[in-house]
């Protein structure tokens, strides 16, 4: 069955080449959705949940820690959602940090079209 | 000395991996050291704090980095490129050089923190870091037709 993706990215460039990097993976989605920061990723995931995000850490107005946080306790319909951040941080307390939030998985840019299949995959059945 | 060849080699290696594995482009130590970046270039700017501080900088002249938005977004020709694309296309670029930059000197350098990247456009632009910073550059062409300048400045976290 194929599934729905949003990218949450403030760079409109980084967006366009997640997408790219998504499609190079063979992955295959039926719905795609952008959103710039945090608090726009929200507001749509409300009116329409995902199956996968894939989310930025660092940005403006909301980051993706505190999406993270929001999306896991207020937005009802994301409860199945898996949310995979992409990001150059690369610490590992970090990341530690952020999957106990409730992320679901972790991808550090520069990053190449096997490590997304690596970390989609498992959550396309 | 020592370390500031370290320092350069791991600006071009991270460079050199995000050309490499996101932008599709080679990327090579410049053949001409003494060639200066000409007219209009953008500048990306990305700050970074920890036990170690300072500033990574990618100057591009105009067509190199209108190529380089160029092979980022997948497009045939720049010609409907905007400037608003092109900054944004660099901004990226030192940012994942900064991410990667940070990857190989985390075992020396924990935890460092990264600002957001910001792009200006200008002639002879450069930057500077007051009091004790040091400065290693690498020019680079860029498929061997572009020339683009890394710059680190980089002192002791205070």
Redesign the interface.
């Known amino acids: 069955m194929a599934k729905s993706l949003m990218i949450v990215d403030?760079?409109?460039?980084?967006r366009?080449?997640v997408m790219?990097t998504v499609r190079m993976s063979g992955l295959d989605f039926d719905r795609t959705e952008e959103a710039s920061n945090g608090a726009e990723a929200i507001e749509k995931l409300k009116q329409s949940p995902v199956d996968i995000v894939l989310c930025d850490v660092?940005m403006?107005e909301m980051n993706g820690i505190d999406m993270v946080k929001k999306v896991r306790a207020e937005v009802a319909g994301c409860a199945n959602t898996k949310i995979i951040m992409v990001?150059?941080?690369?610490?590992q307390?970090l990341i530690d940090s952020i999957l106990r939030e409730g992320a679901n998985g972790y991808i550090?840019?520069?990053?190449?079209p096997e490590r997304f299949q690596e970390k989609l995959a498992p959550f396309m059945n | 000395m020592i370390q500031q060849v370290c320092f350069a080699d791991t600006l071009l290696h991270a460079a050199q991996e995000v050309f490499e594995t996101m932008i599709f482009m080679d990327l090579q130590p410049c053949s001409e050291p003494d060639r200066r970046l000409d007219g209009e270039v953008l500048m990306a700017t990305i700050t970074f704090t920890s036990s170690l501080e300072g500033c990574l900088a990618i100057c591009a002249e105009k067509a190199c980095a209108e190529a380089i938005a160029v092979n980022m977004l997948g497009l045939e020709t720049g010609d409907n490129l905007s400037h608003g694309e092109v900054c944004d296309a660099i901004g990226e670029v030192a940012n994942m050089v900064m991410g990667s930059v940070k990857s190989r000197l985390t075992d020396t350098y924990q935890d460092i923190q990264v600002s957001i990247p910001s792009v200006v456009k200008g002639r002879e632009l450069s930057n500077s870091l007051k009091d004790q910073a040091q400065r290693v550059s690498v020019k680079v062409n860029v498929e061997d037709a572009h020339l683009m300048e890394l710059s680190l400045l980089y002192r002791e976290g205070r």
């Open positions: 403030d760079s409109a460039t980084m366009k080449i790219r660092n403006p990001s150059t941080e690369s610490s307390d550090t840019k520069p990053f190449t």
